[in-house]
């Protein structure tokens, strides 16, 4: 079983990478509150000449994002170099997707993902294809509130990309439903779906070009950490990618692991080999 490398801090591993790529929901806040020692990190980190890159699987793009981070959480952009989300990169699939006529399954929150494209929004009759953001009521429903509206959908055999992979997601002290898994439900029940974010490639590529924007020259991926909280998102995603993690224990894992601020290291252990999975280091909460 392989060592596991408990820290207190970034500062412990700032000198072996160049730039990091960091998740955003459960290591910058959790949904209501901010947790400024993070964001505080990477400013750090960044002012030693270094990059880091927000990637955060958020349906929207990425100026949504900014402008959220810095009303809502006072997170500016001396935290960051540039912010990468799922939303960009599915901006980019709608564009090249030759059907026309889109229902957008999500809150209204999440219109702005289509804002300039060409598509047209419709009700769920006369769609061509479905873009789910999230559920329409994260507070009241559950995946099984879709069932229902999923198996017309597949009946009709209609493609549905999910441009945010999270299943569940924190909200201060609660953990509720995301799109991801809404898609989990509708591959299910034998949909076709295309799901971006993290863990898949695309969205790596799009994080590690960015850190090579803000540095001016091309970085190897060995010079890159990744931070978060999320096994099947931010920590399968990376080690996929062959990038090292800095696994941030007391987000949506955190009563898995024990203590929220003093994580039983057997039982993370034993979580990761469970899953196949290997970090670089863990922390339960991102500090300098």
């Known amino acids: 079983m392989q060592e596991l490398d408990m ?4 500062s412990t591993l700032a000198e072996a990478y160049d730039g990091v790529i960091c998740d955003v929901w459960g290591v910058l806040h959790n949904g209501i509150s901010p947790y400024p020692a993070a964001a505080e990190a990477l400013s750090r980190f960044r002012a030693l000449g270094k990059a880091a890159v927000l990637l955060t699987n958020a349906p929207r793009p990425a100026k949504n994002i900014e402008d959220l981070l810095k009303r809502q959480y006072a997170i500016g952009s001396d935290s960051y170099d540039e912010i990468v ?4 990169v599915a ?18 929150h ?12 419709v009700g769920e009759e006369d769609a061509e294809y479905v873009a789910l953001t999230g559920l329409f009521d994260d507070e009241t429903e559950s995946p099984e509130t879709y069932r229902p ?15 945010n ?26 949909g076709d779906a295309t799901i971006i974010g993290k863990p898949y490639k695309p969205v790596y590529d799009a994080a590690l070009a960015a850190i090579d924007r803000a540095l001016g020259r091309p970085v190897e991926k060995s010079r890159v950490l990744a931070i978060g909280d999320g096994l099947p ?37 034993a979580r990761l080999q469970a899953e196949g999975l290997a970090i670089r280091a863990a922390i339960p ?3 300098w």
């Open 85 to 88: 989300t799922s939303g960009s």
């Open 7 to 10: 820290i207190t801090g970034l």
């Open 233 to 269: 998102t931010d920590i399968r995603g990376a080690w996929n990618q062959g990038i090292d993690v800095l696994m941030v224990t007391a987000g949506i894992h955190g009563a898995d692991f024990g203590d929220l601020m003093n994580p039983d290291p057997a039982r993370l252990r």
């Open 91 to 108: 901006r980019k699939v709608f564009e090249n997707e030759p059907r026309r006529r889109v229902f957008h399954l999500g809150p209204p």
């Open 165 to 190: 992979p999270d299943v569940i997601v924190e909200r201060g002290d609660r953990l509720v439903y995301c799109a991801g898994a809404l898609a989990q439900l509708y591959v299910e029940l034998g």
């Open 285 to 287: 909460r991102l500090v």
């Open 110 to 121: 999440n219109l702005s993902l289509f804002e300039g494209l060409d598509l047209e929004l």
């Open 149 to 163: 509206m999923f198996s017309r959908f597949v009946e009709r055999g209609l493609k549905l990309y999910c441009a």
